[in-house]
C-alpha cells in the first residue's frame, strides 16, 4: 500500500498569505496525484487532478506540482473560504490511498 | 447538473447489515467508473470499494474484503454497498463518488452529501 504523508499537519496562516502544503508517497506515484478540499460538514471536493490540473470551476489561486513521490499544492493568497482541510490522493495503485490532510486555520 | 444521492445509512448492532445506495443523476451512469469513500469521526479519507464503468470490475480495501460487496445497476442510475459482519470500526460517513471516465484510477469528481453508519449495541 502507498502511504501518503502530509506536512504540516496545522498551517495557520492569515487570509491573502500563500499556502503551501506538502505530500509526499512512499513510492513513486507518477503524476497520479489528486488534492481535495473538505469544509467542516461538506463532502471533499476535487481541486487537483493528475498533479497540476485545475478542475472544472476552481479558481487559478490554486495551484498543484510534482511527480513521482514529492507534490505541492500551492494557494497563491488565501480567500476567507479556503480555510479548510486538504487531502492528496494518490490513483497509482489499489489500494487509491489519502494522505492525512493538511488543515488550514486562520492565524 | 450531475448530483449523487446516499441513503440507507443508519444505527446497526456489531454484526449486523446495511444496504447503501447512490442514486445517480445529471450524467450517463453506466459510462464511469463509481467508488464509495468513508469517513470515520474526525478522521480522514478511506477508499473503501470501486467499481469500474467498462468492464464492472471490483476492488475493495482490506479492511473490508469479504464483508462488503459495491454493484451498480446501469438501468437504475444507482450504486450500492452492501455491509455484512459489520464492526464498531465501520462507523463513519460514506460518501459515494463519481470517478472522472469510466477508468478505475481517474479522479473522484463528484461527490455526495454521504449517509452515516453506527454500528453499535
Known amino acids: 500500500e502507498i502511504v501518503l504523508t502530509q506536512s504540516p499537519a496545522t498551517l495557520s496562516l492569515s487570509a491573502g498569505e500563500r499556502a503551501t502544503l506538502s505530500c509526499r508517497a512512499s513510492q513513486s506515484v507518477s503524476n497520479y496525484l489528486s488534492w481535495y478540499q473538505q469544509k467542516p460538514g461538506q463532502a471533499p471536493r476535487l481541486l487537483i487532478y493528475?498533479?497540476?490540473n485545475r478542475a472544472t470551476g476552481i479558481p487559478a489561486r490554486f495551484s498543484g506540482s510534482g511527480s513521482g513521490t514529492d507534490f505541492i499544492l500551492t494557494i497563491s493568497s488565501l480567500e476567507p473560504e479556503d480555510f479548510a482541510v486538504y487531502y492528496c490522493q494518490q490513483r497509482s495503485n489499489w489500494p487509491l490511498t489519502f494522505g492525512g490532510g493538511t488543515k488550514v486555520e486562520i492565524k | 447538473e450531475m448530483q449523487l444521492a446516499e441513503s440507507g445509512g443508519g444505527l446497526v448492532q456489531p454484526g449486523g447489515s446495511l444496504r447503501l445506495s447512490c442514486a445517480a443523476s445529471g450524467f450517463t451512469f453506466s459510462s464511469y467508473a463509481m467508488t464509495w469513500v468513508r469517513q470515520a469521526p474526525g478522521k480522514g479519507l478511506e477508499c473503501v470499494s470501486l467499481i469500474s464503468g467498462n468492464d464492472g470490475s471490483t476492488y475493495s480495501a482490506d479492511s473490508v474484503k469479504g464483508r462488503f460487496t459495491i454493484s451498480r445497476d446501469n438501468s437504475r442510475d444507482t450504486l450500492y454497498l452492501q455491509m455484512n459482519s459489520l464492526k464498531a470500526e465501520d462507523t463513519a460517513i460514506y460518501y459515494c463518488?463519481?470517478?472522472?471516465?469510466?477508468?478505475?484510477?481517474?479522479?473522484?469528481?463528484?461527490w455526495g452529501l454521504g449517509t452515516m453508519v453506527t454500528v453499535s449495541s
Open positions: 493528475h498533479a497540476s
Open positions: 463518488a463519481k470517478l472522472a471516465s469510466g477508468w478505475p484510477r481517474d479522479a473522484f469528481d463528484i
